[in-house]
């Protein structure tokens, strides 16, 4: 699903760029410090500008992540827009699945836990934020157990030599 696709587009980018506005940014910089410790270089600052400029410099192959609670953030767009002028990955965590962040983006990671249209005027907590921010680490910590475990429960790993084979008793 989309969620593997997202996490092979991180682990395969020379460079990530996070982008995010005002209490967002919180969530950037935690981002971006726990895929530098997986390895992953990136970009992420509370100045959107400054990431916009490292987006304006950066390669086809470089990937972008937007964070916007609310969809609306106008640097994160532009920062998004330049992106996909240049034909990079972007992906998006939002709450709002209608906004302009999310038609940008190639991948959306939903941070809304309700299905009416997002109040951005009442919505203070980033929680959901961090949450989708954790699960997407967790997973790419975790993807090659997670995979061999699928494997072993799949009928025919015996026989694909995924798994080895049991002995009898």
């Known amino acids: 699903g989309q969620l593997r696709e997202v996490l092979e587009v991180l682990k ?22 726990r895929l530098e410790r997986l390895g992953i270089r990136c970009t992420y600052s509370e100045l959107p500008e400054y990431i916009i400029s490292h987006i304006n410099l950066a390669n086809e192959d470089e990937v972008v992540v937007g964070i916007s609670k609310s969809g609306i953030s106008k640097r994160v767009i532009d920062g998004m827009t330049i992106a996909k002028g240049k034909d990079m990955k972007v992906i998006a965590i939002t709450a709002s699945l ?4 999310a038609k940008l983006a190639d991948y959306v990671l939903n941070s809304s836990v309700r299905q009416e249209t997002f109040d951005f005027y ?6 959901n934020e961090y949450v989708i921010v954790d699960t997407v680490l967790n997973f ?9 475990e699928r494997a072993s429960e799949s009928p025919s790993a015996e026989e694909n030599g995924v798994m080895p084979k049991a002995v009898g008793r």
């Open 12 to 33: 395969n980018a020379p460079m990530v760029h996070l982008i995010a506005c005002g209490n967002a940014t919180n969530v950037s910089r935690y981002m971006g410090f």
């Open 140 to 148: 790419m910590v975790n993807q090659e157990l997670l995979e061999a």
């Open 122 to 127: 009442n919505g203070y907590s980033y929680f």
């Open 98 to 101: 209608k906004s302009e962040v």
